[in-house]
């Protein structure tokens, strides 16, 4: 990929975000934040978070499940598109995240719409009980467990809801098996997952690529049937 077409992208992005996003102390918090101590910056783009923000508002989500809580950002975006008594519950494996986002989640002003539920994604799903339903869960965390988070949401999520995984274009490599540089276990998690919902009556699924700061990615989107 040049960098002439990232930079593309990124120029393409921040252009748009002047018009639709408003300046914003408490997401600049949050970024500084984790910044400040030292996580990666693999948080969801500005951009993403808008679209995550209002597709919660536009199903009328009143809870939601997020997988992957990194510093809080994406959790803040959501939660705040939920009602009074709205509930954002997200999974960490990670302590120094975990308590980082709680301290973002904090200075948003959030804490009483935001659980951050500490350990590893897959056994902390497990322990939920089936009800009450989720009406959006958001997947973006270890990818080799998509799968797995995928079952998960299937479960928890309510007819109707909808299930977003992230990160499953990857520049394109999740389509290249056969390119043995680029093919790591992220790909492969992402792949089976996806050789799984060739056959799943639970939901209907689709794939959209996207390309901004984030680079080129994509998700899955899929309603619970």
């Known amino acids: 990929m040049s960098s002439q077409g990232f930079d593309d992208w990124v120029r393409s992005d921040r252009f748009h975000n002047s018009f639709l996003l408003a300046p914003d102390a408490d997401l600049d918090f949050a970024l500084q934040n984790m910044a ?5 910056q693999i948080a969801v783009s500005a951009a993403q978070g808008k679209f995550l923000y209002l597709h919660a508002r536009a ?7 997020e997988v992957g809580t990194l510093g809080g950002y994406s959790a803040i ?37 935001v ?28 990818k080799r467990s998509n799968l797995a988070y995928l079952l998960e949401a299937e479960r928890l999520v309510r ?28 790909s492969q998690g992402v792949r089976r997952m996806l050789e799984h919902l060739k056959t799943d009556k639970n939901v209907d ?3 959209i690529a996207t390309v901004g700061e984030k680079g080129w990615d994509g998700f899955c989107y899929a309603i619970r049937l």
């Not at 400040?36 to 990666?40: I, K, Q, R, S, Y």
């Not at 199903?59 to 499940?65: F, H």
């Not at 959501?78 to 200075?107: C, F, N, W, Y």
């Not at 659980?115 to 270890?142: C, N, Q, T, W, Y």
């Open 36 to 40: 400040d101590n030292g996580l990666p």
């Open 59 to 65: 199903i009328g989500a009143k809870r939601v499940l």
């Open 77 to 113: 975006w959501l939660a705040r598109a939920l009602p009074a008594d709205g509930e954002v519950v997200t999974m960490e494996v990670d302590e120094k995240h975990a308590t980082v986002a709680q301290a973002s989640i904090d200075h948003a002003g959030l804490a009483s719409k």
């Open 115 to 142: 659980k951050i539920v500490r350990g590893p994604a897959v056994d902390s799903l497990a322990a939920l009980p089936s009800e009450p339903k989720f009406d959006l869960a958001f997947v973006d965390a270890d």
């Open 159 to 186: 007819p109707g809801g909808v299930i977003i995984i992230d990160n499953v274009v990857r520049y394109g490599r999740v389509s290249n098996p056969a390119d043995p540089e680029h093919d790591g276990i992220d």
């Open 205 to 207: 699924a689709t794939t």
